[in-house]
């Protein structure tokens, strides 16, 4: 009997113990940290290169760049591998205008995240 006993105030002190543990990887869910170009930006000429980074890893699954004359050709693509930076080029250089920059991933915690921001080449 007073093994039992034990088990059952061991039970909900170990889940406890772990829900304690678990709640900063619930909260953990990854945020944008920046971008280059930066967000709202104005850049003189094409840029050489487009990212945006995390704070914490993330699996890109999609990552657009569309202008004026629509979905803008990139060097390289999202992989499948969690990342906190993933950097590309436009295949060409980009004529003046707005620009805008789609992403969405999935982060570590199994959240989906997405997010656009903009910017303009003069």
Known sequence: MPLLKA???????A????LLL?????????????SLPA????????????????????????FEVSGPRGVV????????????????SPAAPLGPGRYTVRWRGLAADGHVMADEIYFNVR
């Open 7 to 13: 088990l059952q105030w061991l039970a909900p002190a």
């Open 15 to 18: 889940l406890a113990l772990h």
């Open 22 to 34: 678990a709640a900063p990887l619930l909260l953990a869910h990854a945020q944008p940290e920046g």
């Open 39 to 62: 967000h709202g930006s104005t850049v003189s000429g094409s840029p050489n290169r487009i990212a945006v980074w995390f704070d914490h890893p993330m699996r890109l699954t999609l």
């Open 73 to 88: 050709p990139l060097t390289q693509g999202p992989g499948r591998d969690a990342l906190t930076r993933f950097e590309t």
